[in-house]
Nanobody, 124 residues
Framework: QVQLVESGGGSVTAGDSLRLSCAASGRTFGNYAVGWFRQAPGNDREFVAA????????YYGDSVKGRFIISRDIAKNTVYLQMNSLNAEDAAVYYC?????????????????WGQGTQVTVSS
């Protein structure tokens, strides 16, 4: 079992930055790929970014490329999502997810473990 806890969400103004964290406990987290997804009211869960087990390979959704950066600190069992130039369309609940699959999936069904989510609100 892997337990995931997201943190770092909050309310910001358009153009601001936030850094989300996904802290893991349980089994050896370093063996897992991690993805970030988001879901706004009435929308499907959307792929945001993913990182492979080693942290060498990263993947991004089209809507966040060039603005968001995913990274991981294996020693701290934590994956980060640095979000820059936030806009109203980025407002959602953000979830991190983990799976042993490789390469990381772009789809929510490709992840076995999920956190509870953290809310990001962006005002214009």
């Amino acid at each position: 079992q892997v337990q995931l806890v997201e943190s770092g969400g909050g309310s910001v103004t358009a153009g601001d930055s936030l850094r989300l964290s996904c802290a893991a406990s349980g089994r050896t987290f370093g063996n897992y790929a991690v993805g970030w997804f988001r879901q706004a009211p009435g929308n499907d869960r959307e792929f945001v970014a993913a990182i492979n087990w080693s942290g060498i390979s990263t993947y991004y959704g089209d809507s966040v490329k060039g603005r968001f950066i995913i990274s991981r600190d294996i020693a701290k069992n934590t994956v980060y999502l640095q979000m820059n130039s936030l806009n109203a369309e980025d407002a959602a609940v953000y979830y991190c997810a983990a799976d042993e699959g490789s390469p990381p999936s772009y789809y929510a069904m490709g992840y076995e473990y999920w956190g509870q989510g953290t809310q990001v609100t962006v005002s214009s």
